[in-house]
């Protein structure tokens, strides 16, 4: 199975300010037939199911605002809150859909400092 | 717009059994392969099952093979879980989702997601 790992486990950053999202997969989800890397963001804010954020790494999802970014390939992936707003307060998880299982990260709780 | 209701979660005891439902509506239910994740109290989300379009492929994580069945009701919009065996650490909110895009792999993104249902496993 590929495991996904993230760090940190929680960040508090202020508002306005910019928070970073570590992301790291045991091994490569990059496919090489299509140059893709098959890495997802899911946002999750308490009580509610997860929201796809970011798909193929760095494919903002319709709707989600732009200060919402991925970046990364092969092995390493970052999500950036560029501005973070008080409707951020989330916990955000990576998910890899390489190869079988579907595995997820242990999630991120983003907080206001 | 789209809608997952999850329903039959409850509380059991080791080695119980519960059959979970999930009903769809504001989608084509039949062209997308539907999946069952789960979430244990304070943890983070489990990829548990998936099924093809038809019903014809199923795959489960390993810890559930042999005691969990997905299965779906195309006319009925209706994804299922059967867990049998149930142990303690099965204990989380089961979530339907719908992959993003109807393709034909299982290595799916979600773009929908259920409320989810609470499954206690405890004596």
């Known amino acids: 199975d590929i495991v996904m790992t993230q760090s940190p486990d929680s960040l508090a950053v202020s508002l306005g300010e910019r928070a970073t999202i570590n992301c790291k997969s045991s091994?490569?989800?990059?496919?090489?037939?299509?140059?893709?890397?098959?890495l997802v963001w899911y946002q999750q804010k308490p009580g509610q199911p997860p929201k796809l954020l970011i798909y193929?790494?760095?494919t903002r999802e319709s709707g989600v605002p732009d200060r919402f970014s991925g970046s990364g390939s092969g092995t390493d992936f970052t999500l950036t809150i560029s501005s973070l707003r008080a409707e951020d307060v989330a916990v955000y998880y990576c998910?890899?859909?390489?190869?079988?299982?579907?595995?997820f990260g242990g999630g991120t709780k983003v907080e206001i400092k | 717009e789209v809608q997952l209701v999850e329903s039959g979660g409850g509380s059991v005891q080791p080695g119980g059994s519960l059959r979970l439902s999930c009903a769809a509506s504001g989608f084509s239910f039949s062209i997308y392969w539907m999946s069952w994740v789960r979430q244990a109290p304070g943890k983070g989300l489990e990829w548990v099952a998936n099924?093809?379009?038809?019903?014809?492929?199923?795959n489960y994580l390993d810890s559930v093979k042999g005691r969990f069945t997905i299965s779906r009701d195309n006319a009925k919009n209706s994804l299922f879980l059967q867990m049998n065996s149930l142990r303690v650490e099965d204990t989380a909110v089961y979530y339907c989702?719908?992959?993003?895009?109807?393709?034909?792999?299982?290595?799916?993104?979600?773009?929908?997601w259920g409320q989810g249902t609470l499954v206690t496993v405890s004596s």
């Open positions: 989702a719908k992959q993003r895009d109807p393709i034909a792999t299982p290595l799916s993104i979600y773009n929908s």
């Open positions: 998910q890899q859909y390489y190869d079988a299982p579907l595995t």
């Open positions: 091994q490569s989800v990059l496919y090489s037939s299509d140059n893709k890397n098959y």
């Open positions: 193929w790494a760095s």
């Open positions: 099924i093809k379009q038809d019903g014809s492929d199923k």
